[in-house]
């Protein structure tokens, strides 16, 4: 309950921000045959937290490798400020902004905690004065990851990685961050911490796109929720829409088992 | 009893033939680390770094050494281009690993087709020398009765094989281990979707190693016709083999791993032609190479799974 008061619902944040990323229309499948989006659109508004949610294998994984460039739209447009990046590839995509922290573990684990973080500044990494600062902010950001800087990140506990693979997405400062169930597996306590990070992003001028199983972590967080099935569109609003559609509460206590109140 | 002499010649011989046994490894794996790439034509590109180099002395004088470093720039460039031709394609293949085996098997039987085109079927000397043509390392009195000293020689050739080949050896270690690229690499190895996350070019990332495992391939055959100053232009499969044993051995996609994967080979295969009959000495390497793979199937320094 207490989360629930400090959570502000900024109601008219989303709408007054501006679209920086649209995913419109989007069919997407695995090798060519298995299709797993079928027309997916999504708006993600500057500044804000947009949230997807929605069953197994509705397609939120897949919306964000499409939308960071790992498959391909068969069909529609993926645009960034209104240029199409449909077809860049993954390596392209921290250039344009945009940084990832996908679900499964993207770290490498036989390098120390600080190479990881070294790598992330690849884009710059001749520029020496800045990748000491960019380190700095991040050791600033998580001060366990100064403690273990020479550690392999293979070693670190589970929420400790999860600290680096931020850090090491915030390293370029991106102008959107893309977090796949940046939670999962992972204690309770460091859950909250990670949340409450999440929280300030959007203070600090980065776009956060965010895909959760934990249905009310996000919806408590995100200015805007899409419910995705079978990569689908099926239900979207603000956090404040789904406290009062009766359909879409409905929508969420059928397929997710989560009550809004 | 076997003499003495001979005893610290198989030790010698085995750490000269080690270390390029090493370098072999090496190179494999930043093909297999990196590019996922098993290169069955790595026999054949040590054979035609050591053509390379057999032509630049009998064409323009220029010895080997000095070939070393025209050989490396030429065959990373000729990699990279091989790089671009071959390797995107096997992107679209279910199996990168088994396509890219058999790819390489095609470049194998084309390479030596061309190999034997350009410089026929033939065994080639390599006619260049050092002065002084063997150094004596130590003398061991007494060796071949009272006042018959032995003397523990070693060409010169060898030994300056052995210097650049250590070397180098640490000089990649620096590399993969000291430098951002170095790391970059190795960081491919251990998640390829992770490294196209920091913002790496993966495709210039891997032509860049294919390029220097190519460059280490000539390299090998420049020391290789120092080892052993006669060039077969069939000896291919022969080294290929001998780098599958060294990365199973040491462990697939672990830089240090072959370089004492190398030694204990090189050790192995001089104290067996020492000790054994010769046929039998042949299987050696091979029975270590099943009994790695029954006992201990990620290799002696690996300790991830292997796939």
């Given at each position: 309950m207490a989360r629930k008061q400090k959570k502000k619902t900024p109601n008219g944040k989303w709408e007054q921000a501006r679209t920086i990323l649209e995913m419109r229309d989007v069919h997407a499948a695995y090798h060519g045959d298995i299709s797993i989006l079928n027309g997916l659109s999504i708006a993600v508004n500057e500044n804000c937290i947009t949230g997807i949610i929605g069953p197994n294998g509705a397609g939120k994984s897949t919306a964000l490798k499409t939308m960071y460039g790992f498959l391909h739209p068969s069909k529609g447009t993926i645009a960034l400020d209104g240029r199409d990046i449909s077809n860049l590839p993954p390596y392209?995509?921290?250039?344009?902004?945009?940084?990832?922290?996908?679900?499964?573990?993207?770290?490498?684990?036989?390098?120390?905690?600080?190479?990881?973080?070294?790598?992330?500044?690849?884009?710059?990494?001749?520029?020496?004065?800045?990748?000491?600062?960019?380190?700095?902010?991040?050791?600033?950001?998580?001060?366990?990851?100064k403690e273990k800087r020479s550690d392999l990140a293979g070693s670190l506990s589970g929420g400790q990685q999860r600290f680096v693979e931020l850090g090491r997405a915030l390293v370029v400062e991106p102008k959107i961050i893309m977090l796949d169930e940046p939670t999962a597996m992972?204690?309770?306590?460091?859950?909250?911490?990670?949340?409450?990070?999440?929280?300030?992003?959007?203070?600090?001028?980065?776009?956060?796109?965010?895909?959760?199983?934990?249905?009310?972590?996000?919806?408590?967080?995100?200015?805007?929720?899409?419910?995705?099935?079978?990569?689908?569109?099926?239900?979207?609003?603000?956090?404040?829409?789904?406290?009062?559609?009766?359909?879409?509460?409905?929508?969420?206590?059928?397929?997710?088992?989560?009550?809004?109140? | 009893m076997i003499s003495e002499v001979l005893l610290w010649n198989a030790i010698i011989g085995g750490v000269v033939f080690g270390a390029v046994y090493a370098l072999i490894g090496c190179s494999l794996n930043v093909l297999a680390g990196v590019l996922r790439v098993i290169n069955f034509a790595h026999g054949e590109f040590v054979i035609a770094g050591s053509f390379f180099s057999y032509a630049l002395l009998n064409s323009f004088d220029i010895h080997p050494l000095v070939a070393l470093p025209i050989c490396a720039a030429a065959f990373f460039f000729a990699g990279i281009g091989l790089y671009y031709l071959l390797v995107p394609r096997l992107a679209h293949s279910d199996e990168p690993e088994t396509a890219?085996?058999?790819?390489m098997f095609g470049v194998s039987l084309m390479a030596v087709s061309v190999i034997t085109w350009i410089f026929e079927a033939d065994i080639r000397p390599m006619n260049f020398s050092f002065e002084p043509i063997n150094v004596t390392l130590f003398k061991i009195p007494d060796a071949y009765g009272p006042g018959r000293d032995g003397r523990v020689l070693v060409p010169t050739a060898r030994l300056v094989a052995l210097v650049v080949n250590l070397g180098l050896i640490a000089a990649l270690t620096w590399f993969f281990?000291?430098?951002?690229?170095?790391?970059?690499?190795?960081?491919?190895?251990?998640?390829r979707e992770a490294v196209q996350i920091v913002g790496i070019n993966i495709h210039r990332l891997s032509a860049m190693a294919f390029g220097l495992a190519t460059a280490l391939a000539g390299i090998t055959g420049v020391l290789l016709a120092l080892v052993v100053p006669s060039i077969d232009p069939n000896g291919g499969p022969d080294i290929a083999l001998v780098g599958f044993i060294v990365i199973v051995l040491g462990g697939l996609g672990h830089p240090v791993g072959a370089l004492f994967a190398g030694i204990i080979f090189g050790f192995v295969e001089q104290f067996s032609n020492l000790l054994l009959p010769q046929a039998a000495a042949q299987m050696v390497g091979f029975i270590i190479l099943v009994a790695v793979i029954f006992v201990r199937p990620e290799g002696l320094f690996g300790k991830g799974q292997l796939k």
């Open positions: 392209d995509m921290m250039a344009n902004g945009i940084a990832f922290v996908p679900q499964n573990r993207s770290l490498f684990n036989d390098l120390s905690v600080e190479d990881n973080l070294r790598l992330g500044c690849w884009q710059f990494r001749s520029d020496r004065r800045k990748v000491t600062r960019e380190l700095e902010k991040v050791y600033g950001q998580f001060p366990i990851l992972i204690a309770p306590k460091i859950s909250r911490e990670i949340y409450d990070f999440i929280a300030t992003l959007p203070g600090q001028g980065i776009t956060v796109v965010l895909v959760d199983q934990n249905v009310r972590q996000c919806v408590n967080v995100s200015d805007y929720i899409y419910i995705l099935d079978l990569g689908r569109n099926r239900g979207e609003g603000t956090a404040a829409t789904f406290a009062h559609d009766e359909h879409l509460k409905e929508m969420v206590a059928d397929w997710l088992d989560y009550q809004i109140d | 890219s085996f058999l790819l281990y000291r430098t951002l690229p170095g790391k970059a690499l190795r960081a491919t190895t251990m998640n």
